[in-house]
């Protein structure tokens, strides 16, 4: 079991997820956290008195996210690097100085340090909105990538073994994905945005959702995920067992703590703090020659836990023999009331009595796709004998349903039921269906339809594949049954899309397949998958999206017309800051000398200057908000058209834009994303 070992309240609330550690005079480790009104607190246990032990560094800020590290190699002494919504500080804690300032436009969301890639210096890492930005110890930017979505969470590790760190990247499009250098080679979709993420060595990771779930990946493959009744704050890792196998700690909002073996999810110990988890740090804290687990909560209480004595091994022994006997109990008192039920229908068959719960055994139910146009979705229909009704169904299934299931009840039960599936993406998915049995299918949310009209959006890449290869592409995700009379030397394949009646054209002919579709996502969806199916690695394409292009033109052009509000409202208050610096001087002396007119006077000219000043920010602000969103809008329009291609024309698309995007070379930048260079 685990000791305590220190206990500590700082006296000051710890901010959610700031919590980190860090050597800043190289030798002793530190523990470094964001609180109230723009603060954040450096806590040495090394010091004699509370007092000295408590350094506080004045942001001015809201601080979003801390990290700490060396930027050089061999050099001990660790900077701490502070992420605030549009800033990010490094800071040099044993001078008290700012190593460099750098305002960064896409937002500052995450932080993590390291090394990436094949790159030999550490990076600060940022997460931000659509991007994911890398800076060296100058403040230079050395990596920049697109993400998905806004960047929720960040981790290193070597997950293909070899020798290079992945950067695993967490955002709130419900994906994490894996990136070797800039580029994403896994999409692991998930039921929520993973608001933690978490190294467990040798090609394993943590993670932690927003709907209160976590578990293990070993590189691409969950191999478990629990569900808490508590939001998780807070994931790390230690060898309890000394196993050379890190366990997984869970820090929770409910102020629990457990630590679960990596392989199963089974639970190992588990304490609790009066408070809710602000942060979890694994470090010899006190420099007394072994790891402490450090648990932080909200109100600024820090609690310090070592390994007893005691055997671990039979202690999680026992408390997996006690979770296994009450999943026996429960699964027995199960089995008990199903007997039960068997025992009572065997009898009133004998004795010919009609009951609504009575079917014969060799009844059955079946299933089948029907696309709903009116409704804009896809119909899961079941059907039993005509004897028969169905009173529900349940469906359980990621990302399908908001809660991962959906049950359906007939309030007149007929021996026919239907569940609607209307799902915001193009998705492949798994379900379990329980009626009265299970059944595993597939589902694509675009029917075949012959008189469509074709968009002018198109999408074309070489194939150089037989057709019968692609005819078999096309009945696998189209979950269709495609003909061709004899050898056909084209497919012209048309489809409707279910969720908003798009129309989808498919032309390959000549080796040449062309997608004339108006969605650039659905483009990029349907290129991806095709790959993935034929097992391509590495292929570029030309597109035309003339719709999309041109709503393009218009966000890139209110990036360039908010920025330029920003700068010229930015120097009109520092101008209104100085004239209210020079008005309190002004109020200040003329109180001293005893002119009360004088000192009226400034004061309402002061109350009015502050009042513009209050009213110049609220302006900024919301100009800041509206460039944010015309931001991700430009960063989501280069994930779109990297998607559109496969290997190192990805790579070099994403390249290419940020260039573009750098030299404000707007004519440049379109032609990138239709021709790919």
């Known amino acids: ?273 009066r408070d809710a988890i602000a942060g979890i740090a694994v470090t010899d804290y006190r420099m007394e020659g072994h790891n402490e687990i450090v648990c932080c909560s909200v109100s600024g209480e820090l609690k310090g836990f070592v390994p007893g004595q005691e055997n671990f091994s039979t202690q999680m022994e026992d408390s997996a023999n006690d979770e296994l006997i009450d999943k026996l109990i429960q699964r027995r008192e199960e089995i008990n009331n199903e007997l039960k039920n068997y025992e009572e229908n065997l009898k009133k068959l004998k004795t010919g009595q009609v009951d609504s719960s009575l079917i014969r055994s060799d009844s059955k139910v079946k299933c089948h796709l029907q696309p709903n146009v009116q409704e804009s979705c896809l119909d899961i229909v079941f059907r039993a004998d005509n004897e028969n009704i169905i009173r529900s169904a349940i469906i359980t299934a990621e990302q399908l349903f908001e809660n991962d299931s959906s049950m359906v009840y007939a309030n007149n039960p007929t021996n026919e039921i239907k569940v609607r599936l209307k799902p915001a993406k193009n998705i492949s998915a798994e379900m379990k269906i329980q009626v009265l049995v299970g059944y595993n299918l597939g589902f694509a949310m675009f029917i075949p339809g012959d008189n469509i009209k074709t968009p002018k959006s198109m999408l074309s890449f070489k194939l150089d594949e037989r057709v019968k290869r692609i005819i078999m592409w096309l009945n696998e995700s189209f979950n269709i049954v495609f003909k061709v009379e004899g050898e056909a030397t084209q497919i012209d394949a048309r489809f409707v899309g279910i969720r908003h009646g798009e129309p989808l054209r498919l032309i390959y002919k000549d080796g040449v397949m062309i997608v004339y579709v108006d969605d650039m996502e659905t483009a990029g969806d349907i290129f991806q998958d095709i790959c993935s199916f034929l097992s391509i690695k590495e292929l570029d394409s030309k597109c035309d999206f003339p719709v999309e292009f041109e709503r393009f033109e218009k966000v890139v052009q209110s990036v360039e017309e908010y920025n330029s509000n920003r700068l010229k409202m930015t120097a009109e208050m520092a101008d209104n800051s100085q004239l209210i610096k020079a008005l309190v001087i002004k109020a200040e002396d003329a109180r001293i000398l005893g002119d009360m007119k004088s000192m009226k006077n400034m004061y309402n000219e002061l109350y009015g200057a502050n009042k513009g000043l209050i009213g110049e920010y609220i302006k900024r602000s919301n100009n800041h908000n509206e460039l944010l969103s015309s931001l991700k809008e430009v960063n989501q329009m280069i994930q779109k058209a990297a998607r559109l291609r496969i290997g190192e024309a990805k790579n070099r698309v994403v390249a290419e834009c940020r260039k573009a995007i750098k030299n404000n070379n707007i004519m440049s930048l379109f032609k990138i994303i239709k021709e790919g260079q």
Request: proline fraction near 3%.
């Open 1 to 273: 079991m685990l000791l305590p070992s220190f206990q500590v309240n700082l006296g000051h609330p710890i901010l959610r997820g700031t919590v980190t550690l860090g050597k800043f005079d190289g030798k002793r480790p530190c523990l470094a956290g964001a609180t109230s009104s723009g603060k954040v607190f450096i806590h040495n246990p090394n010091e004699s008195t509370l007092a000295n032990q408590m350094l506080f560094l004045n942001v001015n800020k809201d601080v979003k996210c801390l990290s700490a590290g060396a930027f050089k190699p061999g050099v001990k002494k660790e900077t701490m690097v502070i992420g605030t919504q549009t800033n990010l500080i490094s800071y040099n804690v044993e001078t008290n100085s700012d190593i460099y300032y750098r305002d960064v436009s896409d937002g500052v969301s995450r932080i993590i340090f390291g090394k990436i890639g094949s790159n030999d210096t550490p990076l600060a890492i940022v997460g931000g909105n659509c991007s994911i930005q890398g800076y060296d110890h100058q403040g230079e930017e050395q990596y920049w990538t697109t993400a998905g979505g806004e960047v929720t969470s960040l981790c290193l590790l070597d997950i293909n073994g070899d020798n290079e760190n992945e950067l695993i990247v967490g955002t709130d499009d419900y994906v994490i994905y894996v990136y070797q250098e800039e580029s994403i080679v896994s999409e692991l979709k998930e039921t929520a945005s993973a608001n933690g993420l978490c190294n467990l060595k040798d090609g394993s990771f943590g993670f932690a959702l927003t709907n209160n779930s976590y578990g293990v990946y070993q590189k691409e493959n969950r191999i478990w995920r629990n569900k808490a009744k508590s939001k998780v704050n807070s994931l790390n890792s230690v060898d309890i067992l000394v196993e050379g196998t890190p366990e997984l700690i869970v820090g929770y909002e409910s102020g629990k703590v457990e630590i679960r073996k990596q392989e199963d999810g089974r639970l190992i110990h588990k304490e609790s703090l």
